[in-house]
């Protein structure tokens, strides 16, 4: 018998649950794309999107997903040959530093595998870059796969007066971690719709300083990507903001998102969620990990760990996805990036989360293991709901 009618619980770090009122909202015809009300709408959307990053430093939306964004920060901030450091916490981190490599960028990697990035391994490597080659350095936030939260105020101090520019993906993390551009110094800032911003997939915005800004033209920036187009467009010439046709219901879509994280909750409150449901996953999932069940969490150090997303090493995780969308309609992250894939898996507490639907996913978990006889500690869900009931 299956028990999986009634809504979707879609706990997968990406894209995360839309709210009824941003697909509400994104449910209309076109208005004239020459005419005032869109134009206004998009003008708000780039002020929020400002005040959600803490800038008020430039914006360049695209329509596309992160990877168009990776592509677009570096098609203007680097010289083909360019040496870059990228530091890697995981999965993404290495993609990034990949893609930015077959752009034809000398990359170096600092490698923290699964692990958090250390800044004194970072003041180590500028401090022996005598001649100040390295041009940027780019860092996850929250890398996605391995679940890892980089300490960003940390990394800039450690940078300390190296000129190169700090460059950080925040896909994961914007709207859920905080995150102050101006005040941490972060040069550039790389985000998209789908995570926090609770929005259709399908956009991505890069946010750059006056620093970043001073890069100019390289010879890797073409016109669909050229950063200052976009940034320097005029509120009325919308096809400048978005490099053509705006994404018309996207932009509805992300007004009421914005409207809800920034006027409606709060951006406060809204990262003081995601760390109490977080704690809650990480209590849960401490619990099960107890009677050397072989159930633990992938970042060890609470600190580190993101607040969007959590990984775990779980015996039969596949089995356990597969029970557990089956039965109960709850969606759980693959171990993407992880050791061993098919025994690990993630879930995600990203955006549009209550408490009642992160019960809801531990749930059914917990309801997995019961039923498919995975080994698990006891006490997982009163660990969860002491953790909502005291948050810190
Ligand atoms: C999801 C994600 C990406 C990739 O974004 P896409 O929209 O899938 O291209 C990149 N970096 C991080 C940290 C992510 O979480």
């Not at 879930?347 to 549009?352: Q, S």
Request: hydrophobic content about 50%.
């Amino acid at each position: 018998m299956s028990l999986a009618a009634g809504y979707p619980l879609i706990a997968i770090p990406g894209p995360s649950p839309l709210p009824e009122r941003v697909l509400r909202a994104a449910h209309r015809i076109s208005p004239d794309i020459y005419g005032t009300e869109l134009a206004a709408t998009n003008e708000h959307v780039m002020a929020q999107l400002k005040r959600l990053a803490g800038t008020t430093g430039h914006l360049a939306p695209y329509i596309g997903n992160g990877h168009a964004a990776w592509e677009a920060s570096a098609a203007n901030m680097f010289h083909r040959g360019d040496h870059v450091l990228v530091i890697t916490s995981g999965h993404f981190g290495r993609s990034w530093a990949q893609q930015v490599n077959e752009m034809g960028v000398m990359v170096e990697t600092l490698d923290f595998g699964a692990l958090p990035p250390e800044p004194e391994a970072l003041a180590r490597r500028l401090a022996a870059d005598r001649d100040q080659i390295i041009k940027a350095v780019m860092v996850c936030q929250t890398d996605t796969a391995s679940a890892c939260m980089a300490d960003i105020p940390a990394l800039r101090d450690a940078m300390g007066d190296h000129p190169a520019l700090l460059v950080v993906d925040a896909i994961a993390s914007l709207g859920c971690a905080p995150m102050m551009m101006d005040d941490w110094g972060v040069d550039v800032l790389i985000s998209a719709s789908q995570k926090g911003l609770m929005s259709p997939a399908g956009a991505s915005f890069v946010w750059f300083s006056d620093r970043a800004a001073l890069r100019g033209r390289t010879d890797l920036t073409t016109p669909y990507w050229d950063w200052h187009l976009r940034a320097n467009a005029t509120p009325d010439a919308l096809w400048r903001f978005w490099g053509g046709t705006p994404p018309v219901q996207m932009i509805f879509a992300l007004d009421e998102a914005l409207r809800m994280i920034l006027d409606e909750e709060g951006l406060i409150a809204v990262w003081a969620r995601h760390a109490a449901l977080a704690r809650a996953v990480w209590a849960a999932g401490e619990a099960w990990g107890q009677d050397e069940s072989g159930i633990r969490l992938s970042v060890a150090d609470p600190a580190s760990r993101a607040a969007s997303v959590t990984a775990m090493r779980l015996p039969e995780a596949e089995a356990l996805r597969a029970w557990t969308a089956t039965h109960c309609g709850v969606t759980l992250g693959i171990g993407l990036g992880a050791e061993d894939p098919a025994n690990a898996l993630r879930v995600a507490h990203m955006g549009h989360c209550s408490a009642g639907m992160l019960m809801g996913v531990l749930g059914a978990m917990q309801a997995g293991m019961v039923a498919l006889g995975i080994p698990h500690g006891a006490g997982a869900l009163d660990a969860a709901a002491r953790a909502i009931a005291e948050p810190a």
